[in-house]
């Protein structure tokens, strides 16, 4: 139980375009879910709480208008890199909260790479 | 002060020999602590959650909680080459709270 699925799980984009990340939860309801960024040999660090039916909460210093977040379902949260550009390019994971809302379950991950 | 700290490591380990990963807090009123590995190139994966002080037990895999010294460890017994990644520590903060604060990790080695 508790899988989280992303998709896609690689993408390779241009300067300039606009990605998009899926993130599901396969087998349980998550009325939260978390997207977060991490940069070679860094820490996570996470850029908003996305709960269903409301607009995100970003943390400090993540800019809303670029990386825009839908929750629109319980299981389905996306990410949507606008305008992307080469810093842009990181390991962006999302995670969902479990349906005792202690415990939160990371999805498998998606590597951006803008040239 | 971090509000999570965590030894970066490298903590090498031979293996069989039990592994000790640390890791400290500052919010007294967190209330949810977290155990994650994350193997290079991969996405966390839980492994321990603990919330009350003590120890709490699973397979190789031992957490232990100090609130009065704000103080959470995992212990891994019989370490594996497989066990080799980093660990992260998380600790959600009070009741109603939904985000995690991670630590930096640790990276272990386990050494055949």
């Known amino acids: 139980g508790a899988v989280v699925s992303q998709h896609p799980s690689w993408v390779i984009c241009k300067s300039g375009t606009s990605v998009k990340i899926e993130c599901r939860s396969l087998?349980?309801?998550?009325?939260?879910m978390f997207w977060y960024r991490q940069f070679p040999k860094q820490s996570l660090m996470l850029m908003a709480t996305?709960?269903?039916?409301?607009?995100?909460?970003?943390e400090q210093g993540v800019e809303k208008d670029k990386f825009l977040i839908n929750h629109a379902s319980l299981t389905l949260s996306t990410l949507t890199v606008t305008s992307a550009h080469p810093e842009d390019s990181s390991f962006y994971i999302c995670?969902?909260?479990?349906?005792?809302?202690?415990?939160?379950?990371f999805g498998p991950g998606t590597r951006l790479t803008v040239t | 002060q971090k509000e999570v700290e965590q030894n970066s490591g490298p903590l090498s380990v031979p293996e069989g020999a039990i592994a000790s990963l640390n890791c400290t807090y500052s919010?007294?009123?967190?209330?949810?602590f977290f155990w994650y590995r994350q193997y290079s190139g991969k996405s966390p994966e839980l492994i321990m959650s603990?919330?009350?002080?003590g120890d709490k037990e699973d397979g190789r895999f031992t957490a232990q909680l100090n609130k009065a010294s704000q103080y959470v460890s995992l212990l891994i017994r019989d370490s594996q080459p497989s066990d080799s990644a980093t660990y992260l520590c998380?600790?959600?903060?009070?009741?109603?709270?939904?985000?995690?604060?991670f630590g930096q990790g640790t990276r272990l080695t386990i050494n055949p």
């Open positions: 995670s969902a909260l479990g349906s005792t809302n202690y415990e939160q379950y």
């Open positions: 087998d349980f309801q998550a009325t939260t």
């Open positions: 996305s709960n269903e039916g409301s607009k995100a909460t970003y």
């Open positions: 919010d007294r009123g967190s209330q949810s």
């Open positions: 603990i919330y009350s002080n």
């Open positions: 998380a600790v959600r903060r009070g009741v109603g709270a939904q985000k995690l604060v």
